[in-house]
C-alpha cells in the first residue's frame, strides 16, 4: 500500500469510530456543523492544563455570563480574573481578555480563520492556534496536545523520550493529518486519546487503529511516550504576614501586573528565597510594624517550577495610616480575586 493510501485508511477508520463515539462537550457543535470560535478558543485556552470535567462548568459560567466575545471583552478584568478562580495560571486570564478586546476591537469580533492570523493575538501559540484552525475552520492543521502526542507516539512507535521526542511526533501528527475533515481528526485523536489510547492501561482491543498501530504489535505501547527524568524542583521560602486592624480587616494588596499571579490579591509576603528566614528578620520586611507576631503555621504550595514553603504569622495594628494595599474583612474575600495559595494562607490564619 502507498504512503498515502496507508494514512487514508488510517483516517477513515478514525473517523468512523469518531461518529460513533465523539464525546459531547459544551464547546463542540453537533455533527456535521462547524463550532463556534469564540467557543473553541475559550475551551482551548481553558483546558490548558486543566481536565475536561473541570472545564465544563467554567465554560458554561463564562459563556452564559459574556455570550459574544465582544462582551467578554467589554468585562471588567477583575471579573474574567475572579470567575476563573480555581483554573489557575491567571496570566491566561489576563490574555483572554486581552485576546477578546484585540478581536473584538481589531477583527470585528471574528477570530482569524488561519494559523498565521490566530497566532498574533495575544495568550495564542502554536498549539492553539492550530487547535482553533483546525476545529473552528476545518484548516488542515495539526494541533499536538497530550492525547494527539501519546496517541501518535504509539501508533508510529515513537521511542525518543520528550520532550526531545516532540520534534518527531509533530512531524508525525503532521503527515497523518488529512486535507478532508481536518477539524473532526483532530477532535478524533482527542477522544481516542482520552477514551481508548489512555496513558497507563491502553484498551487496544476497541481501538480503530488496533492492527496498524506499531507500538500494540511490538508491545510497548504503555511505556510511550517515554519522558526523560524530571529534574527536581527547588524549595523557596518566605514569610506572609497576616496583619488585622482594630475592626478585624486584613491588609491585602495587588500583586505586580507581570510576574507569578500577576494582578492577583495577595496577604503582603517577604521575598520568595531560596533559603528560610529567620523571625526577626523577616519582621523587617513586614509592611507595618506590629507590637509582635504570632505564629500560625506553614503554608505549602507547588507552582511549575519551584515549591513554596510560606510561613503565616499574624499580627495586630491599631491604624493602619500609611500601608500600601487595601483593608478587607476576611468575610468579604471573595469579593477579590484571591490565587488558591492565597487562601491557602487565609485558612491557616483563621485557623
Ligand atoms: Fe493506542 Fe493501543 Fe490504539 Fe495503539 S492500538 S493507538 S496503543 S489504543
Redesign the pocket.
Known amino acids: 500500500m502507498s504512503l498515502s493510501s496507508a494514512n487514508d485508511a488510517l483516517t477513515g477508520a478514525l473517523l468512523g469510530w469518531y461518529d460513533r463515539h465523539r464525546r459531547i462537550l459544551p464547546w463542540r457543535a453537533p455533527a456535521g456543523r462547524r463550532a463556534d470560535p469564540y467557543h473553541v478558543w475559550l475551551s482551548e485556552i481553558m483546558l490548558q492544563q486543566t481536565t475536561v470535567a473541570t472545564v465544563k462548568s467554567y465554560f458554561d459560567d463564562f459563556v452564559a455570563r459574556w455570550p459574544r466575545v465582544e462582551d467578554l471583552a467589554a468585562a471588567d478584568l477583575d471579573d474574567v480574573l475572579h470567575a476563573w478562580q480555581g483554573l489557575g495560571y491567571y496570566a491566561r486570564a489576563r490574555n483572554l481578555h486581552k485576546c477578546a478586546q484585540a478581536v473584538a476591537g481589531d477583527h470585528g469580533g471574528r477570530f482569524p480563520d488561519t494559523e498565521a492570523g490566530l497566532l498574533s493575538l495575544p495568550g495564542i501559540g502554536p498549539y492553539t492556534a492550530a487547535a482553533i484552525a483546525a476545529i473552528a475552520f476545518d484548516v488542515p492543521a495539526s494541533p499536538v496536545d497530550g492525547n494527539i502526542e ?2 501518535t507516539a ?2 508510529r512507535r515513537i521511542t525518543e523520550p520528550l520532550p526531545g521526542g516532540k520534534t518527531a511526533i509533530q512531524a508525525a501528527a503532521r503527515d497523518l493529518t488529512p486535507s478532508r475533515r481536518p477539524g473532526d481528526f483532530a477532535q478524533a485523536m482527542m477522544d ?2 482520552a477514551m ?3 496513558p497507563r492501561a ?3 482491543d ?11 504489535a511490538a508491545g510497548n ?2 511505556d ?1 511516550p517515554a519522558r526523560a527524568p524530571k529534574k527536581a524542583k527547588p524549595t523557596r521560602h518566605g514569610v506572609v504576614f497576616w496583619i488585622k486592624d482594630a475592626k478585624g480587616r486584613v491588609l491585602l494588596r495587588r500583586r505586580a501586573e507581570r510576574g507569578l499571579l500577576g494582578g492577583m490579591m495577595e496577604v503582603p509576603s517577604t521575598d520568595w528565597r531560596d533559603d528560610p528566614w529567620d523571625k526577626d528578620e523577616a519582621a523587617g520586611h513586614a509592611p507595618l510594624a506590629a507590637a509582635s507576631w504570632e505564629g500560625a503555621g506553614e503554608v505549602r504550595h507547588t507552582f511549575t517550577h519551584f515549591h513554596l514553603r510560606l510561613t503565616v504569622v499574624c499580627g495586630t495594628v491599631t491604624g493602619g495610616d500609611g500601608a500600601e494595599g487595601t483593608w478587607v474583612h476576611p468575610r468579604d474575600f471573595g469579593d477579590h480575586a484571591l490565587p488558591t495559595l492565597m487562601k491557602k494562607v487565609a485558612k491557616a490564619a483563621l485557623g
Open positions: 501519546r496517541v504509539r501508533l481516542l486519546g481508548v489510547c489512555t491502553p484498551k487496544c476497541l481501538c480503530p487503529w488496533h492492527d496498524p498501530c506499531a507500538a500494540r505501547a504503555a510511550l
